[in-house]
């Protein structure tokens, strides 16, 4: 995957689907690949071209479907495969791309090459997980399934207790169980793990999220030098199988990322990135009391950009099914500052279901699948005022999660008849986005102002766009000369000087 770049990324707007929580078309209280299909032309009528799908694969869901039973089976809570394979088929008949969410690092504990390596005679799965040589002994700080069967040896967790780690091998290997990363047992569960990748590109998927991508090869060095060198052989594989095929990793730091040939990285999680400090602190930079550090920001994503320079894309989402989302902090006007700074920075963005119409994070629910406070931000889609915001015709009670009952939650039918609603200016936003060549993924960004208001340039040979977003309670004024393309509140351009209303944001053609 590290010669191409999809061409379609160039302009690509992905939409994160968590399915579970999306739309629910036979009543049983859980959505489901059909209620995705039926909402293919609302996300097109957004502007979104691209849909991610959390997991949807076989699982006893004790994570919500990372932790995967079967991976060439769609759970039958949502379908069957031939669903799924009516999914790519009707994306693709809008122009839309569909990308899949890849577990590669685990499994569940009942999948069955996992039972199989549980057994005490060696056999073809014996070496598929991380195990060490016997119940007693160190098992050098990793967290360890312990005498749960009869083979002699502690299983290495990934993540939760039911998630063992499947075996890619260590880059620095200390002791006799820790396998290198081209012994035989690693290298056969890369090429199964090829194979669950073939099975779903043949039927039609775009490429993958992958999940806990820079966590396969363990206890690797601080630039993650083995985890890169795996996915290159993964690489190798896409480039000769499967060149057209779109990876976005769950890294988290885009500098080691797209050295592994990975087309798209979320960049959030990585220390020090200052994410946090425009949507998600208390007082974020997008909000009218912001104090958020846009500048230590700017400094850290500027450093991104030149260590990556032309490898890929640095994708920064609205929001995701493990982070709060983002109208915890931000409210009403605030969120349009952020959408406008989410849609025009390079990369490709990613919405998450609901934060199109500034669904709430709902506080105090008990945890549903391994959520824990992850889940308020799983709740129902709030589609219109009918039952259940029309998420479902179940029961209340039989619903998934139980549905917001904030008295002025939104729902996407009053907000698409409202000119001046979140949802019209996403929508105008990434129209926008899509029309101007300067604001697609690849155009350069330079950020000229980093206290209030924000200004930053967009570019690339055919145009500039200057982007001025003011979410203080005060008017301001830019030297900028140009015409106004795009305007979210007040903003009136004259003799160079352009002023930008409180709460305002701003796109001018240089
Ligand atoms: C990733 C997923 C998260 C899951 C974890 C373990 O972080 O986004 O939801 O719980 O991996 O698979
Ligand atoms: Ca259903």
Redesign the pocket.
Known sequence: MSKRQPKWLDNAVFYEIYPQSFN?????????L??IIEKLDYIKELGCNAIWINPCFDSPFNDAGYDVRDYKKVAP??GTNEDLKRVFDEAHKRDMHVLLDLVPGHTSVEHPWFKESMKPEKNEYTDRFVWTDHVFMDTKGMNTLRAISDRDGCAVLNFFSSQPALNYGFYKQEEPWQQGMDDPGPEATRLAIQDVMRFWLKMGCDGFRVDMAAWCVKNDDENRTGNIYFWNKVGKFLDEEFPDAAMVSEWGNPDQSLQGGFHMDFQLMGQGTNYEDLFRCDEPYFSSRGKGNFKAYAERYNKSVAATEGKGLICIPSGNHDIDRLARRLKGNELKMAFAFLLSMPGAPFIYYGDEIGMNYVEGLISKEGGYQRTGSRTPMQWDDGLNDGF?TADPKDLYIKMDDAPDRPNVKAQMADPGSLWNEVRRLIKIRKENVALRSKAKVEFLETGYPLVLKRSCKEQAITVIINPTNEEKTVDVHGTIIYACGSAKLENGKCHVGAGTAVFIEN
């Open positions: 629910d078309t036979n009543a049983d209280g859980i959505g489901d059909q209620g809570r949502y479902s």
